[in-house]
């Protein structure tokens, strides 16, 4: 007697803002997609043209359903809303600057099928030359984020005692990795997780809501993989300012708010957020969280005097210094 595995239909869920110079090529990838693989878009008020884009390709059959939202409520909202409208489907976060082929996806579906302790897969995420780590690793509790900015991490990639916040591309990515956190930027959440785990954390506007995530899917006893086979680009800095150890989640949208929006102001949010996602998961002591608020800075003001030295114009590296000192706001 053999037994059939049943495979969940699957959404493709994707917030946008203000994305146009994005999502055509995103989307254009998933043109010859099967009838169980769905394209749903929200767009949280954009004020370019991507409302008139996405509309053009849900018209020419690349977006099954379109959201136009009148405003932007933030990340988690939005892409909580687009996991609501997707019934039973599995889950397939996707940032409008992130691209991956359906091979790829179906490689994740798979792995999903096989093994019913993963909660949640995600593909190795290249961004550009400029990269050096996997937007995966561990959770920042004080010890990894000590590893990671000492370089502890880097010196010894092979020490699972010194793995830090990020794992290194370079020295990780040849096999599958169990890990704490995977970025939200292209993340595959069966629709067994949500069931358990719930719908992102609504608490950010921005940042912190991927890593937040996927501790919850490990306290729920599953667990978390990025697949050495499947492979997805992000185009980290596409249209804003970013650090190659960042989170990335919906980074590309970063700087073309700090343009248009009023406050909230987004240009320190990675910082201010991951500190107040930590202090709240992790309830350290006050002599703890200063230790890992002194880390953080440290270690972000030193990555930012460095490229300032190599580079006066250097963006990113005021964008650094920003964060490093947003978590004492």
């Known amino acids: 007697m053999t037994t059939t595995t049943v495979t969940n239909p699957v959404t493709i869920a994707m917030v946008t803002y203000n994305s146009r110079d994005h999502v055509v090529d995103c989307l254009k990838w998933f043109a010859d997609r099967p009838s169980d693989i769905r394209v749903r878009v929200r767009d949280n008020g954009s004020t370019d043209s991507t409302p008139a884009i996405l509309s053009r390709l849900r018209d020419q059959g690349l977006i099954d359903e379109l959201i136009l939202a009148p405003d932007d409520p933030g990340f988690a909202i939005g892409a909580n809303d687009v996991i609501r409208r997707a019934g039973d489907d599995d889950i397939l976060l996707m940032n409008p600057d992130a691209r991956i082929a359906l091979e790829t996806i179906s490689l994740m579906r798979d792995a999903i099928n096989a093994d019913p302790t993963l909660g949640a897969v995600s593909p190795v995420v290249s961004g550009g030359n400029e990269i ?183 963006r990113k590296a005021a964008h650094l210094m920003k964060n490093a000192l947003a978590v004492w706001q």
């Open 132 to 314: 050096s780590v996997m937007s995966a690793g561990r959770q920042p509790r004080l010890w990894p984020m000590f590893t990671h900015y000492t370089g502890l991490s880097r010196v010894l990639p092979g020490s699972r005692l010194l793995r830090g916040r990020h794992l290194f591309l370079r020295h990780h990515s040849g096999t599958d990795q169990v890990v704490e956190w995977t970025s939200g930027c292209c993340l595959y959440i069966p629709r067994s997780t949500i069931t358990t785990v719930g719908l992102l954390n609504e608490r950010w506007f921005l940042y912190g809501e991927d890593t937040e995530y996927c501790k919850r899917i490990g306290d729920a006893g599953l667990s978390i993989k990025v697949l050495a086979d499947a492979r997805a680009y992000h185009e980290v800095g596409g249209s804003s300012v970013v650090d190659e150890e960042q989170d990335p989640t919906a980074e590309d949208m970063c700087e073309v708010r700090m343009a248009q929006l009023p406050p909230p102001d987004v240009s320190a949010m990675w910082g201010k957020n991951l500190y107040d996602y930590y202090r709240c998961a992790y309830e350290p002591s006050i002599a703890t969280r200063t230790a890992w608020r002194v880390t953080f800075t440290a270690g972000n003001a030193l990555r930012a005097s460095v490229r300032k030295w190599r580079d006066p114009e250097d």
